[in-house]
């Protein structure tokens, strides 16, 4: 329903995500490609448009600029869609989540759910909203 109300206000749905599995040899990026073909086919059979997915496979300490929170991949998108980064929102639910969109200059949402029950929320990455699930995101929007 979440990602439903944000497509209807006219909201791109593009995926970010780190995939160090591929770097440790534990998935393959065809594999990770089919992960995120399926979520993409799933959600649009509820009529829901993920219009990208990007992804990183990098390791940390192979220090690239698209591993979050670096925000090489969140350039990619916006120059590939032309997004206005002032009116974009990050939706995560990790801390590099939400530096990651605290240095590309957008809001920045935490979801509690998932890694975020373990969030530690400094104030210098304290996110602009927080929500219980993507399904209360329009109690912020």
């Not at 799933?42 to 496979?57: N, R």
């Not at 220090?63 to 929102?89: H, M, N, V």
């Not at 989540?97 to 998932?114: E, W, Y």
């Amino acid at each position: 329903d979440g990602l439903r109300y944000l497509q209807e206000k006219g909201y791109l749905l593009i995926i970010i995500s780190n995939q160090s599995w591929i770097a440790k040899k534990r998935l393959t990026r065809e594999e990770v490609d089919q992960c995120f073909g399926s979520v993409c086919s799933q959600l649009a059979k509820e009529k829901i448009k993920i219009t990208a997915y990007y992804y990183c496979p990098h390791q940390s300490l192979d220090k690239c600029s698209c591993k979050k929170p670096e925000i090489g991949l969140l350039e990619r998108a916006k120059r590939e869609y032309s997004l206005d980064f002032s009116a974009s929102y990050i939706i995560g639910d990790m801390e590099d989540d939400i530096l990651a969109g605290k240095r590309a200059g957008v809001k920045t949402i935490l979801v509690k759910s998932g890694s975020a029950k373990k969030f530690s929320s400094s104030p210098s990455v304290r996110a602009d909203y927080v929500i219980p699930n993507i399904n209360h995101i329009n109690e912020v929007m």
